[in-house]
């Protein structure tokens, strides 16, 4: 029992903060609660959260749950329309049907209809017709409806007219009435509405290529184009749902096209090195999903294998380190690995991923001094315009890493992990002992430094004499 709520937990912090529809599922996959959210993670978390208030009936449904499923949506108004058809199609125990259906509205599709009709009403009667629903939030429901009538140009009159009507003119109707639409491509465009409505996505979009193709074939070019515009339409919802999923979504865009990457790095790690001379060194990655940082992804190394003036042999000990992990867990590997420093010290990175099986990771190196951007492909950096979003973007990641790798190195040096031996002379206090490492670099520089560079770097006479007996007489000077 435990052992199942830790796995979903650990599903839940998996699941995107975006747009669509939760399915709970018990112990045999059956699916015993359905819901809409607008923010996916944070709604499902929400009945899992300690201390939260609710009755007898959602304790059980907690108890019982031991998966999540989504779908995702470009929208909140679309999860609502997948929700009821959900909820239509494999009543869940744990939905409670509304109790007064006429105080909300439906989506009304009268298929027993010879040119089938589409529209919102509040009343449910037997009369042959399909209804969804009831909805209890209208608002989504006509921002849901304004969409479909586009993509699915059904009519909505009472009567059959004679003529077109404005809705003909505007695109939400295919024009029956003039005969513009065949009574068998209206029925297509009806099946196609119904399999939208009850959440066959992949049905739908299936279908409408088939049609779109035959069309072709036979030169039916004005039906095949409407097939088009109609899959295109869909295809921008998706579009949307993307957007919506990654806020980041343009500069994440403009960064696939300056690497030429098959698909935006949606998800970017980047790597620091931090050392004072070569000595004292850590590293440190911090990861960005959707152009934001992801804090719990964050991963902090004090370098091992690696010794004096050497950063592209650290860089390749801590790109080793992290990949080599991912690969032996079995996690996903990121979009884009990101090197604070310029071409050798992005090389460094490949060479040790090729090593690893990882060559196909896309890597590129960010110089400090002129924010060029290093790729593997190009010997000539990508110049970065000043102010660009793209920049920016770049810029935010990576000043991110060096904050995080210098946050980690001074934590260390506070706590006295780098015990430099120089505290311990005559004379040397935490303030002197940062000044002399600040002007040698090392605590071996240091004990090899003259009277006179001593007293040049500001200490008294009788503290250089003490620094240089400490020289003299000591061959180990870090721990």
Not at 109 to 126: A, C, G, H, I, Q
Not at 129 to 158: D, Q
Not at 208 to 236: C, G, P, Q, V
Not at 281 to 291: H, K
């Amino acid at each position: 029992m435990a052992e199942d709520r830790v796995d979903i937990y650990s599903r839940i912090k998996e699941l995107p903060d975006s747009p669509g529809v939760y399915m709970f599922l018990d112990a045999r996959a059956g699916i015993i609660y359905i819901g809409k959210a607008r923010r996916l993670r944070r709604r499902v978390a929400s009945y899992f959260r300690a201390g939260r208030g609710r009755g007898s009936r959602m304790e059980l449904l907690v108890s019982e749950a031991r998966d999540v499923r989504i779908i995702r949506t470009s929208s909140e108004a679309e999860a609502l329309i997948y929700e009821a058809g959900l909820i239509k199609h494999h009543r869940p125990r744990f939905n409670v049907e509304l109790k007064d259906d006429k105080s909300y509205p439906f989506l009304k599709l009268t298929v027993n209809e010879e040119y089938p009709r589409f529209f919102v009403t509040r009343k449910k009667l037997s009369d042959g017709a399909l209804y969804y629903g009831p909805y209890v939030n209208v608002g989504l429901l006509k921002e849901a409806v304004s969409f479909m009538k586009r993509v699915f140009p059904l009519r909505s009159c009472r009567r059959l007219r004679k003529k077109v009507c404005l809705e003909f003119h505007i695109g939400q109707c295919a024009g029956p009435c003039e005969g513009r639409v065949s009574s068998g491509d209206y029925r297509k465009i009806v099946g196609q509405l119904r399999a939208f409505l009850e959440g066959r996505r992949a049905d739908l979009i299936g279908s409408i290529e088939k049609d779109m193709k035959r069309s072709a074939r036979k030169k039916e070019y004005e039906r095949a184009l409407s097939a088009k515009k109609r899959i295109e339409a869909l295809t921008a919802v998706q579009q949307l749902h993307d957007r919506s999923r990654h806020p980041m979504y343009g500069e994440l865009e403009e960064l696939q096209n300056a690497l030429g990457l098959p698909d935006p790095p949606v998800t970017i790690e980047c790597f620091d090195i931090s050392n004072i001379g070569g000595r004292q060194a850590v590293g440190a990655m911090v990861r960005f999903v959707d152009g934001r940082p992801q804090k719990a992804g964050y991963r902090k190394f004090r370098i091992r294998g690696v010794y004096g003036i050497d950063d592209y042999s650290m860089i390749r000990e801590v790109v080793r380190r992290r990949y080599s992990r991912l690969l032996k867990e079995g996690k996903e590997l990121p979009g884009l690995v990101l090197i604070d420093g310029g071409r050798g010290h992005l090389f460094s990175a490949k060479k040790e991923l090729g090593l690893l099986g990882l060559g196909s990771v896309p890597v590129a190196g960010i110089a400090k001094e002129f924010n060029h951007l290093y790729t593997e492909a190009r010997k000539l950096p990508i110049r970065l315009s000043p102010g660009s979003r793209l920049l920016l973007l770049i810029q935010r990641v990576r000043d991110e890493a060096h904050r995080f790798a210098i946050t980690y190195h001074r934590k260390l040096r506070k706590a006295g992990a780098f015990e430099t031996g120089l505290k311990h002379i005559k004379g040397v206090g935490p303030v002197r002992e940062q000044k002399l490492l600040d002007k040698f670099g090392s605590p071996d520089n240091v004990g090899k430094a003259s009277f006179r560079e001593l007293r040049d770097a500001g200490m008294d006479a009788s503290t250089a004499r003490a620094i240089t007996r400490w020289g003299q007489t000591s061959s180990k000077h870090v721990k």
